[in-house]
C-alpha cells in the first residue's frame, strides 16, 4: 500500500469513505495480480536448485544449493548429446532469420500503405487485416502441404519464410505512420524535389524507431516461441528449435511419462531449467527494449 | 489523440486543402510494398486458397461440393471440440478486456509512475514464457504434489493432478496459462494507449469535477476503444487456434485429456493419424470463417478504418 502514497496525499483533501474503498480495491487487485504473474516464475527460478524429491517435500519457495543446478545443467546438458544447445542454435537462426526479413519487408510496406496512394492499396489493406486477424494455426497445415510440393520441408527457409510474413507489423507500422507523420510533411518535402526513397529513408525511418523496435520485439519473441509450424515441418531433433525440443524433454521426463522416461535423468529440476534456458533470450531482450515499449508505443504518436 | 475520433475530422479538412497534384507516391508505393505482398501471397493467400481447395474436393482432386463439411461435422469429436473452444474464448475474452483495461486505467492514473513501471514489467515477465514453457510452467503449479498453492487446489476440492484435470476444469486451465502469459504485454499496449491522451483532455475532466473513475470511464475508455477493440480481435484469433496447451497437457496426463480437446487438434488429428488431408482442410476453413465473422464485425463496429477513409 506504501506505493499509493502520493495518491493518498493528495486525497487527503477531500477524503470520504468511498475514496478509501477504492484504494484498497486498487491495492487488493494489484496484490492479487502480482501474486498470480510472479510467483510461478519464482517457483520455476528456484526448482533447479532442489532435487525432484526436495521439490516435492520442502517448503516450495525454499532454496536448494547451486550444486544441484550444477548437476541438473549436466545431466541437462548430456540429454542426447548436447541436444540443447543444437535446439538453442536453430532458435537463434530462425528467429533473427525471419526478423530481418520482417523488417525489412514489414517497415516499408506499413509506411507505404499509411503514406502513399496506389492501385491496390486498399486491398492490400484489407487483406493485411484479415490476415493478421484470422488464426496463424489455420495456415499451418496449408503452409506445411504448400512447402512439401517445393520440397522446403525440413529445410531452414520451411520456418524463416513463412514466420517472416508478419502482418501484424505491417499494421504497427501502418498506424504509427498513419498517425503520427502528417502528410502535409511529405507534400511539403516533394515540392522542395526529394525522392520518394528519400522521403522513406530520410524522413520517415528516423521517425520509425519506437515502432520498429516494437514490431522487432514482437516478431523475435513470437517467433522464439512457436511450436506448431516447426513442431509439423522440421522432422529431425537436430533441426527442432528450443520450443519442440521442451516438448521432447517433457516426453522423456518420467513422473510425466513413466514409461518413456525410464533411465533418463531428465526430472522436474532439470525440466524447470530447461525452461529457464529456453526462455533466457526473451527475457533478456524484454529487459532491454522495456524502455522501447513503455515509452515508445505511442508516445512519438503525439507531436504532429 | 492521433487514433481517435480527432482523426476523420481533421483529415478530409486537410485534404481539401492540399488536393495533390498526382497520386503521391504512386509508383514508389509498389515498391515498397514489394517484398511484403510475395509473402503476403506465398504464406497469406495461396494456402488459404489451398486450404479452400482442399476442404471442396476429395483426395484425387475431385469437386465434393460440401462433403468434407459435413463429414467432419458429424464426427463424434467436431461438436465437443468446437463447445469447448467457445466456452475457453467465453471465459478468456472476459476476463482479459476486463481486467487489462482495469490495470491500465489504475496503473496510468492512480499510482506513482516508477511503481506502474515497475509493475508493469512484474506483469509482463510471465510473457517471456508464451508458449510451451507456460504450459510445462503451469503443469507444476497445478499438480498438487509440486504446487506452491496446493493449499488452494485442495480447498478447490482438488487433490490429484487426475482431478486437476478434470474435463469441467480445463477451459479455466488454458484461460490461466493465456491470461498468465499473454495479458501483462496487454496491459502494456493499453497503457500505452492511454499515455497517449493528451493531459489536457484529463485536465478538462477533472474541471469539469470528474473523479478519476468517471474519467476512466467516460474519457479514457471510449479514447482506446479501438485498441481495446484490436485486442479483442487478436485473443479471439488466438483463442480459436488453440493447440499447444491441450496438446502438450494431453501428453503430460498420460492421456487423461482428449487428444481431440480443440478443433485444431482435431485437424491435426485427421492431417497427421489419419491422413486425411481434405477433411483437415475442411475444419481449417470453419475456424476461419469463425475468424472472419468476428473480426469483420469488430472491425466495422470499431471504426478501425475511418482513420484512413475519405
Keep these: ?304 | 489523440m492521433t487514433l481517435l475520433e480527432t482523426r476523420p475530422v481533421s483529415l478530409p479538412a486537410r485534404r481539401r486543402g492540399h488536393t495533390p497534384r498526382r497520386r503521391a507516391g504512386g509508383r514508389a508505393g509498389y515498391f515498397f510494398v514489394a517484398g511484403y505482398t510475395l509473402l503476403l501471397l506465398a504464406f497469406g493467400v495461396f494456402p488459404t486458397c489451398y486450404a479452400f481447395y482442399l476442404a471442396f474436393t476429395n483426395d484425387r482432386g475431385q469437386f465434393t461440393g460440401i462433403n468434407q463439411f459435413t463429414k467432419v461435422a458429424r464426427d463424434y469429436r467436431f461438436v465437443p471440440a468446437f463447445s469447448h473452444v467457445l466456452v475457453y474464448l467465453a471465459l478468456w475474452l472476459v476476463t482479459l478486456v476486463v481486467l487489462t483495461v482495469l490495470v491500465a486505467v489504475v496503473l496510468r492514473g492512480r499510482v506513482r509512475p516508477g511503481v506502474s513501471a515497475l509493475f508493469r514489467f512484474l506483469y509482463y515477465i510471465p510473457g517471456a514464457l508464451a508458449g510451451v514453457a507456460s504450459v510445462l510452467v503451469w503443469l507444476f503449479m497445478l499438480d498438487p504434489d509440486v504446487s506452491p498453492v496446493s493449499w488452494l487446489l485442495s480447498a478447490l476440492g482438488m487433490h490429484s493432478f487426475a482431478a486437476v484435470l478434470a474435463p469441467g476444469n480445463l477451459p479455466w486451465i488454458f484461460m490461466l496459462i493465456a491470461f498468465w502469459t499473454g495479458a501483462g504485454g496487454w496491459m502494456v499496449v493499453m497503457y500505452g494507449a492511454l499515455n497517449n491522451i493528451p493531459d489536457e483532455v484529463l485536465e478538462a475532466a477533472r474541471m469539469d469535477g470528474a473523479g478519476p473513475w468517471r474519467t476512466a470511464w467516460y474519457v479514457q475508455i471510449p479514447m482506446i476503444r479501438q485498441w481495446i477493440a484490436y485486442m479483442t480481435i487478436l485473443a479471439f484469433a488466438g483463442g480459436t487456434q488453440l493447440f499447444v496447451e491441450p496438446q502438450l497437457l494431453q501428453t503430460a496426463s498420460l492421456g487423461r485429456v482428449s487428444p481431440t480437446w480443440s478443433p485444431n487438434q482435431l485437424a491435426y488429428v485427421y492431417a497427421f493419424q489419419q491422413g486425411d488431408f481434405n477433411g483437415a482442410a475442411a475444419i481449417s476453413v470453419f475456424l476461419l470463417v469463425l475468424g472472419l465473422l468476428c473480426a469483420g464485425l469488430l472491425v466495422a463496429r470499431s471504426n478501425m478504418f475511418t482513420l484512413d477513409e475519405k
Design chain 1, 1 to 304: 500500500m506504501t506505493q499509493l502514497a502520493p495518491a493518498r496525499g493528495s486525497a487527503r483533501l477531500r477524503a470520504t469513505p468511498s475514496r478509501a474503498a477504492s484504494f484498497l480495491v486498487i491495492g487488493l487487485l494489484l496484490a492479487v495480480l502480482l501474486v498470480f504473474f510472479v510467483l510461478p516464475v519464482i517457483w520455476l527460478l528456484l526448482a533447479p536448485t532442489k532435487t525432484a524429491d526436495q521439490i516435492v517435500h520442502d517448503n516450495p519457495l525454499s532454496f536448494g544449493s547451486f550444486a544441484q543446478v550444477g548437476r541438473a545443467w549436466r545431466h541437462l546438458f548430456s540429454f542426447q548429446d548436447h541436444a540443447l544447445l543444437v535446439w538453442l542454435r536453430n532458435s537463434a537462426i530462425y528467429s533473427a532469420g525471419s526478423l530481418v526479413l520482417t523488417l525489412l519487408t514489414s517497415v516499408p510496406a506499413g509506411y507505404a500503405l499509411a503514406l502513399t496512394r496506389f492501385r491496390g492499396r486498399k486491398t492490400l489493406l484489407v487483406i493485411t487485416l484479415v490476415s493478421m486477424i484470422m488464426p496463424s494455426a489455420t495456415l499451418v497445415l496449408p503452409i506445411f502441404l504448400e512447402l512439401n510440393r517445393f520440397h522446403l520441408i525440413g529445410t531452414v527457409w520451411s520456418v524463416i519464410l513463412p514466420f517472416s510474413f508478419y502482418p501484424f507489423g505491417v499494421y504497427l507500422v501502418y498506424i504509427y505512420f498513419a498517425t503520427s507523420l502528417p502528410r502535409d510533411l511529405l507534400s511539403a518535402a516533394r515540392i522542395d524535389g526529394c525522392s520518394e526513397w528519400q522521403l522513406f529513408s530520410r524522413i520517415a525511418l528516423p521517425l520509425a524507431k519506437p515502432v520498429v523496435g516494437l514490431v522487432a520485439f514482437f516478431s523475435f519473441v513470437g517467433n522464439w516461441n512457436n511450436f506448431f509450424l516447426p513442431y509439423l515441418v522440421l522432422p529431425n531433433s537436430n533441426q527442432f528449435p528450443i520450443q519442440v525440443g521442451l516438448n521432447q524433454l517433457l516426453s522423456s521426463t518420467p513422473s510425466f511419462n513413466p514409461v518413456a522416461g525410464a533411465g533418463l535423468n531428465i526430472t522436474i529440476p532439470e525440466l524447470s531449467l530447461a525452461i529457464i534456458v529456453a526462455i533466457l533470450p526473451v527475457l533478456v531482450l524484454f529487459l532491454f527494449s522495456q524502455r522501447t515499449l513503455v515509452s515508445g508505443m505511442l508516445a512519438g504518436a503525439t507531436k504532429e
